[in-house]
């Protein structure tokens, strides 16, 4: 059942999320909606892992006894190093 909603805000902002909306396609209601039901949800929805990150998964292929503590340790020195 949808419920109608008032919201004070300020029209710099309304402007900018109704010219989002549209370049989206959507309407202001949807993107609010959106937004609201993705702050509200349950932690582990919110954790879960995206398309993009999941076919990246397995792309960088590392030897058995490869030390990532040692190579991290390495590349902080390097980027730090004076």
Do not use: C, H
Not at 29 to 51: A, D, F, G, H, K
């Amino acid at each position: 059942m949808d419920t109608k909603l008032t919201l004070k805000l300020d029209n710099n902002v309304i402007e900018r999320a109704k010219s989002y909306a549209r370049q989206k396609q959507t309407s202001l209601s949807q993107l609010i909606e959106t937004y609201l039901n993705y702050l509200t949800s349950s932690q582990t929805e919110n954790e879960e892992v995206t398309p993009l990150v999941k076919s990246l998964s397995g792309v960088i292929q590392l030897p058995k006894n490869f030390d990532y503590k040692k190579g991290y340790k390495k590349y902080i020195a390097n980027k730090y190093a004076k």
